[in-house]
């Protein structure tokens, strides 16, 4: 994701001070959240201090669908990507499918 942003240098280095593998990536994520009516220096030092950059924005990206998380609720990992690609390997159209309980219901919805 490229971002051409004034404030982006500056958020890339707190991120990345804060030990943030992917800086460039959540600064461009938090910039456009901020863009969309965020504090966005809020946003950034909720990030720095550790919170989930996925409960910052309030919202995670699973199987190109965007799922609102919050504070309390697994966020789907990329990683379970496999889970839905078996469960659609091994089901039929009008076979039932449950996610309970592990969440967002990302798997259930990516499956469906």
Excluded at 15 to 41: H, K, P, T, Y
């Amino acid at each position: 994701m490229t971002v051409d942003h004034p404030d982006l240098p500056q958020v890339v280095t707190r991120l990345r001070a804060a030990g943030c593998v992917f800086a460039e990536d959540e600064a461009a994520l938090l910039l456009a959240a901020g863009a969309d009516g965020g504090d966005l220096d809020a946003l950034v030092t909720r990030r720095v201090e550790g919170e989930p950059l996925e409960q910052v924005l309030g919202w995670a990206e699973f199987c190109g669908i965007r799922f609102a998380v919050e504070p309390g609720v697994f966020v789907p990992r990329q990683r379970t990507r496999l889970l839905v690609r078996e469960a659609v390997a091994l089901t039929s159209p009008g076979d039932v499918v449950v996610d309970l309980c592990c969440g967002t219901g990302a798997v259930g919805v990516a499956v469906a």
